[in-house]
């Protein structure tokens, strides 16, 4: 069992930064594939980004592509995810996710076995 924890949300303006870390703790060795989901109120959660243990694997949405980069450290257990240039549309809710061993769904939130609480961001105007 692998236990997620987020970090780094909160209030940003348009066109601002924020990093996202999500800490992993039990066993993280198991964790080979991570992933980063959003949900907007009244919207489903939706894949953002995902990240394989060793890093041959990157994935993003196209919705984020060239403004967010998925990263961890297997070291220090912590996957991230750094978001510039951020949009109105991208405030939601970031959940971090992980599963072990491959899957070439890793879009889909249902592929994905652990799950953190959640951390919100917001995007003002």
């Known amino acids: 069992q692998v236990q997620l924890v987020e970090s780094g949300g909160g209030l940003v303006q348009a066109g601002g930064s924020l990093r996202l870390s999500c800490a992993a703790s039990g066993r993280t060795d198991s964790a080979y594939l991570m992933g980063w989901f959003r949900q907007a109120p009244g919207k489903e959660r939706e894949f953002v980004a995902a990240?394989?243990?060793?890093?041959?694997?990157?994935d993003y949405a196209d919705s984020v592509k060239g403004r967010f980069t998925i990263s961890r450290e297997n070291a220090k257990n912590t996957v991230y995810l750094q978001m510039d240039s951020l949009k109105l549309e991208d405030t939601a809710v970031y959940y971090c996710?992980?599963?072990?061993?491959?899957?070439?769904?890793?879009?889909?939130?249902?592929?994905?076995?652990?799950w953190g609480q959640g951390t919100q961001v917001t995007v003002s105007s």
């Open positions: 996710a992980g599963r072990s061993g491959y899957s070439s769904k890793w879009t889909g939130p249902d592929e994905y076995y652990w």
């Open positions: 990240i394989s243990r060793g890093g041959s694997i990157t």
